[in-house]
């Protein structure tokens, strides 16, 4: 593979004892961009075993201190066919030189060699996050060939006052989560996500969560019909509001049957978190929302009063 990028930093494939400088350089830009982005980061499956070790590669300065990276990680998710994720980074001393959209170029033509000289005649997927608000590097994916996927929200409230008490729709019944229904849950949420293009959440993981100490179930509850049948859910966590310290609740998961939705299932169970949680004390709310089209959050906003603190955006181009 060609390790050249740009003429401002020295390029080279990262070795297995770069690993640490790559950590730790990754640790420095979250503590100065504070994004969202580190969240998201979190949800692929960064490991050397997913790395592609052709397609990462770091730039190193005059006082050889690597100042910037790009890497792919495989999704080894089952039945998804080749799949890359491209992370990339760049310390702000560098930016303005343009390097973060050298480095999403290089890494589009070494995945096309890397794919025919590993994969030949297998398509291939790419997708890079951007959070919302960055049309320069919108300009430059969207050169390469990149479209807009997915939508990603971090919205916010406090609760010093609390969104009107809804109905329950008619038919419908809610209930406080219980761990019986644990299962059940699971396999409604991979139901629910799987039509809007979601990926599954494995049992282990699903079961590993719920054990977590984070996890709350008297702040989670669920929905269901006049034939007793799960139709809805929300998962709630405690979360701290990193700034003032104040405690705060967190939606998780949250879904409807798909052919229970627009009947106001998920309000009515959102709605009724936010009480639980200020109730036990809690001074703000978070949710993250996950849509193909960015306007599911609207009804959020307008019926239960949240704000959009973060937003993301998953671009992805597929090559034939």
């Known amino acids: 593979m060609e390790p050249y990028v740009e003429p401002h930093l020295t390029w080279r494939l990262l070795e297995p004892s770069d690993l640490g400088d790559l950590e730790a350089f ?36 005059a006082y050889r201190s ?15 066919g080749l799949r890359l994720f491209l992370l990339g980074g760049v310390h702000p001393v560098y930016r303005h030189l343009g390097i973060g959209g050298k480095i999403l170029q290089w890494q589009v033509s070494q995945a096309a060699t890397w794919r025919d000289a590993n994969h030949p005649g297998e ?14 590097l919108d300009r430059i994916a969207g050169r390469l060939g990149f479209a807009r996927e997915r939508y990603y929200y971090d919205l916010v409230r406090d609760l010093d006052t609390l969104p009107r008490e809804r109905p329950t729709p008619a038919g419908v019944r809610i ?5 019986q229904h644990s299962e059940e849950v699971r396999v409604l949420h991979n139901e629910a996500f799987s039509s809007i293009g979601g990926g599954e959440v494995a049992a282990s993981d699903w079961a590993a969560r719920i054990a977590d100490d984070d996890f709350r179930a008297e702040w989670s509850f669920l929905a269901f019909d006049e034939h007793d049948a ?17 405690p705060a609740g967190w939606t998780e998961r949250f879904g409807v049957r798909p052919r229970d939705r627009g ?16 109730a036990d004390g809690c001074r703000e709310a978070g949710i993250g929302i996950d849509t193909p ?28």
Do not use: H
């Open 26 to 61: 990754g640790g420095q830009l979250d503590a100065l961009d504070n994004s969202v982005l580190s969240a998201m980061g979190k949800e692929i499956p960064t490991s050397t075993d997913t790395m592609v070790p052709e397609l990462t590669i770091g730039g190193w300065d």
């Open 66 to 80: 690597l100042s910037a990276y790009g890497a792919a990680y495989r999704d080894p998710a089952p039945g998804r």
């Open 123 to 136: 398509p291939l997927w790419l997708g890079c996050y951007f959070e919302l608000g960055r049309p320069g």
């Open 175 to 179: 209930e406080p989560f219980s761990p």
């Open 230 to 246: 799960l139709i809805g859910y929300e998962m709630s966590s405690a979360d701290v509001n990193e700034e003032t310290g104040a």
């Open 263 to 278: 009947r106001g299932v998920a309000l009515k169970l959102l709605s009724e978190a936010l009480r639980a949680m200020r």
């Open 293 to 320: 089209d960015g306007l599911a959050l609207s009804r959020l906003v307008a019926d239960l009063g949240y704000t959009t603190r973060d937003a993301v955006q998953l671009l992805s181009r597929s090559l034939p």
